[in-house]
T-cell receptor, first 115, second 113 residues
Framework: DAGVIQSPRHEVTEMGQEVTLRCKPISGHNSLFWYRQTMMRGLELLIYFNNNVPIDDSGMPEDRFSAKMPNASFSTLKIQPSEPRDSAVYFC???????WGTGAFFGQGTRLTVV | GENVEQHPSTLSVQEGDSAVIKCTYSDSASNYFPWYKQELGKGPQLIIDIRSNVGEKKDQRIAVTLNKTAKHFSLHITETQPEDSAVYFCAASSNTGGFKTIFGAGTRLFVKA
């Protein structure tokens, strides 16, 4: 298996633009997580899907952030409009059943820079 | 809210020495504790984990211990090698409340050759 695949690997955009990050989880995994990593705040869980349904989005910073999982093999994280403080590395991770008992498998991340 | 504290933030050891990273969690419902290693430019990778019904687990040079009463858990790396240099994260989660995982702030380990 190729693991969790994220695209793009790097994204540079201007403030105010819409940004869409993409994730393909490992086949057969029914849980998907979006994390954000910054030096100041470390790894933060943004949202968690189970069987394509959002279970916990309490980590989504504000309404500018939205996430979807239209099917078991694809998810998107959208920021509209983007702001410089959104600059971070965004990770997608998947797990066979939550992340309890098995841990989560992380993608390579998308480094987002908003200028 | 739930919190996981991790110490030290930076650790430098000589090749061949042992390294110990300690974490404390606040949510008494936490019952699964994974450890992740993150190398530069990559996502975190699960290296070992422990469940609350076990006090210790070992996998080659890596071991984890758990003290449920004190809400402490630790990662022990023996015979460290330069390739062990990375950032290590502890985490805590429970199989209730949506399987939410809380990560520690990370420990940057340097192994000097």
């Amino acid at each position: 298996d190729a693991g969790v695949i994220q695209s793009p690997r790097h994204e540079v955009t201007e403030m105010g633009q819409e940004v869409t990050l993409r994730c393909k989880p490992i086949s057969g995994h029914n849980s998907l997580f979006w994390y954000r990593q910054t030096m100041m705040r470390g790894l933060e869980l943004l949202i968690y899907f189970n069987n394509n349904v959002p279970i916990d989005d309490s980590g989504m910073p504000e309404d500018r952030f939205s996430a979807k999982m239209p099917n078991a093999s694809f998810s998107t994280l959208k920021i509209q409009p983007s702001e410089p403080r959104d600059s971070a590395v965004y990770f997608c991770a998947s797990s066979p059943r939550g992340s309890w008992g098995t841990g989560a498998f992380f993608g390579q991340g998308t480094r987002l820079t908003v200028v | 809210g739930e919190n996981v504290e991790q110490h030290p933030s930076t650790l430098s050891v000589q090749e061949g020495d042992s390294a110990v990273i300690k974490c404390t969690y606040s949510d008494s419902a936490s019952n699964y504790f994974p450890w992740y290693k993150q190398e530069l430019g990559k996502g975190p990778q699960l290296i070992i984990d422990i469940r609350s019904n076990v006090g210790e687990k070992k996998d080659q040079r890596i071991a984890v211990t758990l003290n449920k009463t004190a809400k402490h858990f630790s990662l022990h790396i023996t015979e460290t090698q330069p390739e062990d240099s990375a950032v290590y994260f502890c985490a805590a989660s429970s199989n209730t409340g949506g399987f939410k995982t809380i990560f520690g702030a990370g420990t940057r380990l340097f192994v000097k050759a």
